[in-house]
């Protein structure tokens, strides 16, 4: 084994142990910042904590895809994927984070992008992120252009995405080592930018990985545009009328009063990470247990297999949260949706974990908006599900019914 491959897999670990740790940090600071009788200081410090525990994590997500591109440990997962939510997403976490400069930011996606494509889901959002990042860090006011449009043929998209800013801009001299190795622009000018420069030179790497190319086109005092393609698999041009239509009736189900004392179960070997869970489930209508590993875990639902949603940790000690979940389902009339909550951030993740047999899965760290959202999810689904058995139950009656006709039919 080289040592390149050495040091990647030793930075991966790490990944994972710091993951877990900012899994604390972020959510007990998004707690704090909640309550609503604390002074404005302390809910900016929390605030901020957040903000910096998110830039630590990309700095060491920067530094591990660095090191596996140089060892070419680098791999290409490509997955179905939805676009159109994958863009939405970005442009509303990045626009969060102009914060308080005077940017507005535009936000342009083309009608004709396909529902789903097939390409590496993770990379792009990953290329996309780093763009908008440094879009976001080189303009102090002004504008920000997030364009995304495809050209479709047959089974084929070439995906084009520009990010543009009214920012400050490049010498010739400085696009020429804009991709280099470990640089950042400006150095000497912006000693109050932060960054090491990772990002652009791994962002031409990913793109070339997957086939494609990316351009920019910058002035000096003016602004800079970035352009990339990468070529995708077309798997379904348009949404299907079905999941159309259950979209629809999803959105009528509301749980703005909470999701009506649903009992869930957190499995997890950290106590930390447990307060974390509970502190974002205490805020709903939820009945809340706990465990430490997965024996445990097996012995609670053994006993009272009562359980809306299980929460459950991987890495645990005595038994791994996949094999959790494999005895889990050798118990009589057990089919409680289980979320994975992991601090592997793999490439192909979610497509393992659904293999695996779990409902879903949550990369530490993660917040309270991605709790809501599987919460969402899940009981929705298991709402929806009822009322279609309660419909195939009733019975159809006369058709001629007077209640259902009004008056005047007889």
């Not at 949603?309 to 050798?330: A, C, N, Q, V, Y």
């Not at 899940?378 to 058995?389: A, C, M, S, V």
């Amino acid at each position: 084994m080289s040592d390149k491959v050495v040091k990647v897999e030793f930075l991966s670990s790490m990944s994972h142990e710091v993951r877990t740790i900012l899994n604390t940090i972020v959510g007990l600071s998004e707690d704090i910042g909640g309550y609503e009788d604390i002074p404005e200081e302390i809910r900016e410090d929390a605030e901020d904590l957040v903000t910096a525990s998110k830039k630590l994590l990309e700095l060491m997500e920067n530094i591990i895809d660095f090191s596996k591109i140089e060892s070419d440990e680098m791999e290409i997962v490509e997955v179905p994927y939805k676009p159109l939510e994958v863009f939405k997403e970005l442009a509303k976490a990045n626009e969060m984070n102009i914060l308080d400069k005077p940017i507005d930011f535009h936000t342009n996606i083309a009608p004709d992008l396909p529902y789903e494509l097939i390409g590496d889901e993770k990379h792009i959002r990953e290329v996309v992120d780093n763009l908008l990042t440094n879009a976001i860090k080189y303009t102090d006011g002004g504008d920000i252009w997030f364009d995304v449009k495809s050209i479709n043929e047959d089974d084929n998209c070439n995906l084009i995405v520009s990010v543009r800013d009214t920012g400050r801009g490049m010498t010739p001299e400085e696009l020429d080592k804009l991709f280099a190795k470990i640089e950042r622009l400006n150095i000497e000018r912006n000693t109050t930018t932060e960054g090491i420069g990772l990002g652009l030179a791994i962002t031409k790497r990913l793109v070339e990985l997957m086939g494609g190319n990316i351009n920019v086109e910058s002035t000096y005092g003016e602004g800079s545009n970035f352009v990339f393609s990468v070529p995708q698999k077309i798997k379904l041009m348009e949404e299907p009328d079905l999941t159309r239509t259950q979209r629809l009736r999803l959105e009528q189900i509301r749980f703005d009063e909470g999701y009506g004392y649903k009992k869930v179960l957190i499995v997890d070997d950290n106590t930390l990470n447990i307060k974390v869970v509970r502190r974002i489930l205490e805020q709903f209508d939820l009945i809340i247990d706990e465990c430490y590993n997965g024996e445990e875990c097996l012995d609670i639902v053994a006993q009272n297999n009562d359980y809306d949603l299980i929460f459950m940790d991987i890495m645990m000690p005595k038994m791994s949260g996949e094999e959790t979940l494999r005895r889990l389902h050798e118990i009589e009339g057990f089919n409680t949706p289980v979320i994975a909550l992991t601090a592997d951030a793999v490439e192909g993740a979610e497509q393992k974990y659904e293999s695996e047999g779990f409902a879903d899965y949550i990369v530490k760290p993660f917040s309270k908006m991605q709790i809501e959202e599987k919460l969402d999810m899940i009981f929705k689904q298991e709402d929806l599900l009822e009322e279609d058995n309660k419909k195939e139950r009733e019975p159809v009656g006369d058709l001629y019914d007077d209640d259902e006709w009004g008056e005047g039919y007889e």
